[in-house]
């Protein structure tokens, strides 16, 4: 029933910044506000993994290559997760996806290239 769509992703220079978004749709403010989101990415030729976390309190995860330059959030009140990028590199580049329980968004292309 949930809709999930990423935005904000683009070509962005090394070390520079992207916020990306992920807005839910198809629900209502209580059931968003109560669920577990995260962020996930692939990169070509390469396996998803998983970026970051927040729970339903706001708790965060990371993976250990981002932590420090990334940061999840979540907007109740806009039923919408950010993850904020900086510091970016290379090796960021993937299509990176927003995900809640079975809820898969549809991925937005990161490229970092000089």
């Known amino acids: 029933q949930v809709q999930l769509v990423e935005s904000g992703g683009g070509l962005v220079q090394p070390g520079g910044s992207l916020r990306l978004s992920c807005a839910a749709s198809g629900t209502d403010g209580r059931t968003f506000s109560s669920s577990f989101m995260a962020w996930y990415r692939q990169a070509p030729g390469k396996q998803r993994e998983l970026v970051a976390t927040i729970n339903s309190e706001g708790r965060t995860t990371y993976k250990a290559t981002v932590e420090g330059r990334f940061t999840v959030s979540r907007d109740n009140a806009k039923n919408t997760v950010f993850l904020q990028m900086n510091s970016l590199t290379p090796e960021d580049t993937a299509v990176y996806y927003c995900?809640?329980?079975?809820?898969w968004g549809r991925g937005t292309l990161v490229t970092v290239s000089s």
């Open positions: 995900n809640s329980h079975a809820a």
